[in-house]
């Protein structure tokens, strides 16, 4: 019993870091991390695509926006200068393409 209990875990955690539910912040203050959208992908750290399901938020760079901050995994908030910026996001155009583009900085979506 001990060991299912175990590997029921083990499968909810591995799961739970996949995709990301994100609340946009309104301040600097509430956010658990500040958020730069690069003009060019090369630029990037992570490419970005939000999904319009929570179910689709399944994979690294799948971001699912939510409504209240309660229902968020991680706040982020959108800075005007890349300096400000914890973390450069590009926003793609197809799911397929989102992901890790600078694996250094994979912890910052890994609380």
């Known amino acids: 019993?001990?060991?299912i209990i175990t590997v029921i875990l083990l499968v909810i955690v591995a799961f739970d870091g996949f995709g990301q539910k994100i609340y946009k912040a309104e301040y600097a203050s509430q956010a658990d991390i500040k958020v730069y959208i690069t003009a060019y992908e090369?630029?990037?750290d992570l490419k970005v695509?939000?999904?319009?399901?929570e179910s689709q938020a399944n994979a690294d760079g799948l971001w699912y926006a939510v409504k209240y901050q309660s229902q968020a995994k991680y706040k982020v908030y959108f800075v005007n200068y890349?300096?400000?910026a914890d973390l450069k996001i590009y926003i793609v155009s197809y799911q397929s393409q989102a992901g890790w583009r600078n694996s250094q900085?994979?912890?910052?979506l890994k609380f």
């Open 1 to 3: 019993m001990y060991k």
């Open 42 to 44: 090369s630029q990037a």
């Open 49 to 53: 695509y939000f999904v319009d399901y």
């Open 82 to 84: 890349e300096s400000q």
């Open 105 to 108: 900085k994979q912890h910052l």
